[in-house]
């Protein structure tokens, strides 16, 4: 569970901060009275970057948890609905 909410956390995370950084250079320029409508549009139209292979293996390794997850919990379920039964002997 910590390691699952850990890489949830780091997703969101890796989302959100390329939209604060460019929040945050949207507010100097308009601050500062140096930019135009047309340039504030194009920062905020610019993709962000966030993509990498340490992004990528959290992503990857949290739905493989998640499959092993729903796994073990149907074993569990057919394991209360179905008991072995032991034979006398």
């Not at 989302?15 to 500062?32: E, Y």
């Not at 990857?60 to 006398?88: M, N, Q, T």
Request: net charge positive.
């Amino acid at each position: 569970m910590i390691v699952f909410l850990s890489g949830a956390i780091f997703i969101v995370w890796s989302n959100i901060a390329p939209a604060f950084n460019r929040l945050d250079s949207i507010m100097v320029k308009m601050q500062s009275g140096a930019a135009s409508l047309q340039q504030l549009a194009e920062i905020s139209e610019s993709p962000a970057s966030t993509k990498s292979f340490y992004y990528d293996a959290v992503f990857y390794s949290i739905v493989c948890i998640w499959i092993l997850a729903i796994v073990d919990a149907y074993r569990l379920g057919r394991k209360k609905d179905f008991p072995e039964s032991k034979s006398p002997g």
